[in-house]
Nanobody
Framework: VQLQASGGGLVQAGGSVRLSCAAS????????MGWFRQAPGKEREFVAA????????NYPDSVKGRFTISRDNAKNTVYLQMNSLKPEDTAVYYC????????????????WGQGTLVTVSS
């Protein structure tokens, strides 16, 4: 599975951005999908995950209520809607595919996209 993340850019604090993760090479219909982020000098951290059907989602407290993960299996694409953005959300955002679940730990994911940078200005 090849994953291509897009949609990043510069946004003011309080603004919104929607990231997309387009998959190719194989359908992601049976994969749990996740988003992670990595800020400069920090470890990669979990942002959101969604089950293969889209019926279950998971978020850390840091983004709960502000971020929403969704998927369109017909388009082989996963989205991350980010609202009420804060400067601390600045990071490179990565999408990933998990063929056994929708994990919160990065090492459980099997395929990764190249990342898209989101910069939130104060």
């Amino acid at each position: 599975v090849q994953l291509q993340a897009s949609g990043g850019g510069l946004v003011q604090a309080g603004g919104s951005v929607r990231l997309s993760c387009a998959a190719s090479g194989r359908t992601i219909r049976r994969y749990g999908m996740g988003w992670f982020r990595q800020a400069p000098g920090k470890e990669r951290e979990f942002v959101a995950a969604i089950s293969w059907s889209g019926g279950s989602t998971n978020y850390p407290d840091s983004v709960k209520g502000r971020f929403t993960i969704s998927r369109d299996n017909a388009k082989n694409t996963v989205y991350l809607q980010m609202n009420s953005l804060k400067p601390e959300d600045t990071a490179v955002y990565y999408c990933a595919a998990d063929n056994t679940g929708w994990a919160t730990r990065s090492y459980e994911y099997d395929y990764w996209g190249q990342g898209t940078l989101v910069t939130v200005s104060s």
